[in-house]
């Protein structure tokens, strides 16, 4: 007789255990949604610096003037390379036909430099051309036989104010020697 009241001493302990673990469990999910909810931060919207204000004085530019101005962005970026395609020597230390120009629209100064597509031997540089300035007529730099001679010339282009290399162009030219 002894045994059966153990077991139910032992079914009872059984049962204040699972119920003291239900009340443990459901105490934890009860902590957990408290601080889940408690903790939850709502974004929040940052404004840095100010609103643009109302309108005031501007107006809508006219179309003349959108045009002007995108006429006035497009003349500064271009550029026109002026060189005679063939430059005609008598001699090979004789002034020859070498005619280069920077035309004024330009606006930027550029220097010139030959180089024969043979072997890139520097035949001639310009020195500085401003806008507006033209060489008629020059001597190269260095002693060529007789004939026909394939050349490149690159125009190098400077900023006027730093005087500092933009960009270049290159065109061909043809440099004869008659004699």
């Known amino acids: 007789m002894n045994k059966p009241t153990q ?39 940052v404004v840095s610096g100010d609103y643009l204000p109302e309108t005031k004085d501007a107006k809508k530019m006219s179309d003349k003037e959108l045009k ?45 430099v030959i180089r024969l597509d043979s072997n890139n031997e520097q035949v001639y540089s310009s020195g500085a051309i401003q806008p507006g300035y033209e060489i008629n007529g020059a001597k190269l730099e260095q002693q060529l036989p007789k004939g026909k001679h394939p050349a490149t010339a690159t125009f190098d282009i400077y900023d006027a104010k ?15 020697i008659n004699n």
């Open 162 to 176: 730093t005087n500092k290399k933009r960009g270049q162009v290159q065109a061909g030219i043809t440099i004869q």
């Open 7 to 45: 077991t139910n001493e032992e079914k009872k302990k059984k049962k204040r255990l699972l119920l003291l673990l239900l009340l443990l469990l459901f105490a934890i999910a009860a902590g957990g949604i408290y601080y889940y909810y408690s903790t939850k931060t709502e974004p929040v919207q």
């Open 68 to 112: 002007a101005a995108e006429q006035k962005a497009v003349d500064a970026s271009k550029f026109n390379m002026v060189i005679k395609s063939e430059a005609v020597f008598e001699t090979s230390d004789s002034e020859g036909s070498l005619y280069i120009q920077n035309p004024v629209e330009n606006g930027y100064p550029i220097n010139v």
